[in-house]
């Protein structure tokens, strides 16, 4: 041996190091790709994403401040529409939670919650629906009021009570096909491909309820007048 690297080597040795950079690189995008793509599958629960996981730039510009707004989302809309906002229930009782919202309440899979889906209209259009479980835990005590709300918001009676408490934001896109976007649009003629949800855990004392919220195609063009205040 005369002290050379063969040529066949250092063309070996190039040749790993453009296969492992490769392998690097492709390693990053696919790590991106993970952290950056929302869009769930028409078939899979939605995928919720909490706001530390979450990058603002993936949001609509005029939904940001409204997604992770952790105020009351109903005192806010009575503000923009004092006059005319309404509650309107479009179905209350028993039901048992999708699999996504029984493993946030910590349920099983057969378990039975009170379920209550609204819509919140202003002008008569709707901008919101609303999709709450509670436990039969929860409703035990002071949560028993929670099945005899009518009309009234069931975030009011949330906020106003010292004794409860929410847990942070989680923000989802929710697809056509799933079954939490035929629940938002029963009824309604608009039906886009992707909408924006966000939801929550509630806790009175040490019981849980999970409220999900789903901003509509009639919210999204009001959006851009207005900022949570």
């Known amino acids: 041996m005369d002290g050379k690297t063969p040529s066949s080597v250092i063309h070996m040795i190039a040749g790993n190091r453009v296969i492992i950079t490769r392998c690097f690189y492709q390693l990053i995008w696919r790590k991106t790709t993970l952290r950056t793509d929302l869009a769930p599958s028409r078939t899979a629960p939605p995928r919720w994403y909490s706001r530390s996981r979450l990058l603002r730039r993936n949001l609509p510009i005029n939904l940001v401040d409204w997604l992770l707004d952790s105020g009351s989302l109903t005192r806010q809309l009575r503000q923009l529409c004092p006059d005319q906002f309404q509650v309107h229930v479009l179905w209350q009782g028993w039901n048992r939670p999708g699999p996504d919202e029984a493993c946030a309440l910590g349920l099983r899979l057969d378990a039975w919650s009170w379920t209550r889906e609204v819509r919140l209209l202003c002008n008569d259009q709707p901008w919101v629906f609303a999709r709450t ?36 934001v989680e923000i989802a896109c929710i697809v056509a096909g799933q079954r939490l976007h035929q629940q938002a649009f029963a009824g309604l003629t608009e039906l886009p491909d992707t909408i924006w949800s966000r939801r929550s855990l509630f806790w009175i004392a040490t019981h849980p309820l999970l409220i999900c919220e789903i901003f509509l195609p009639d919210w999204l063009v009001a959006s851009a007048r207005y900022r949570p205040k």
């Open 133 to 168: 479980l509670i436990p039969a835990g929860t409703l035990r005590g002071r949560g028993c009021r929670l099945t005899q709300l009518g009309t009234r918001s069931l975030g009011e009676v949330l906020f106003a009570d010292p004794g409860t408490r929410r847990d942070s």
